[in-house]
């Protein structure tokens, strides 16, 4: 199923069983992806979909650390709930050998060697890893490797 259906099918579950923080979650979601597709100018395709969930994760994960700061842990738990709702409609996350082996060989189309070729390493592995990894993890682990050479 797509995930656009799948998210709107959800919601409605989600009324019906008054579930709030399901429902307020995937209506941020809906809104994103509205959003993005008046920026567009017609309708998003699921990897379109899967960057506007990581995205929306992450801004969760940035709140948490904000709440953390501010000793609010009502708000930690609130953060901490929706990001478990979100990650279910992500695909399986990437094991780690496999995305170090992935970064590895992206390395070595690019021709990488240092720090600077970054951007070329990341243009060819994002769209590989779409969706099963972390954008701020690729990128770590990309520069952690491009520096040891």
């Given at each position: ?9 959800d ?23 509205k ?15 899967l ?16 709440a953390?700061?501010a ?5 930690i ?28 060989a992206?390395i070595q ?5 240092l ?35």
């Open positions: 199923m797509e995930l656009k259906p799948r998210l709107e099918s919601l409605h579950d989600a009324m019906r069983n008054g579930d709030d923080v399901k429902k307020s979650s995937i209506r941020m979601v809906l809104a994103a992806i959003l993005a597709q008046v920026d567009k100018g017609g309708p998003l395709d699921d990897q379109a979909i960057a506007l969930l990581q995205k929306e994760i992450k801004s969760r994960k940035e709140s948490i650390s904000d953390e700061k000793n609010r842990p009502d708000l738990t609130a953060a901490q709930a929706e990001i478990a709702i979100l990650e279910g409609y992500l695909p399986a996350q990437m094991p780690a050998e496999e995305l170090a082996g992935l970064v590895q992206a189309e690019a021709g990488a060697s720090p600077s070729d970054m951007g070329r390493v990341m243009k060819l592995l994002l769209p590989r890893v779409q969706g099963r990894a972390a954008n701020d993890q690729v990128s770590q682990l990309v520069r952690q490797l491009l520096e040891k050479k």
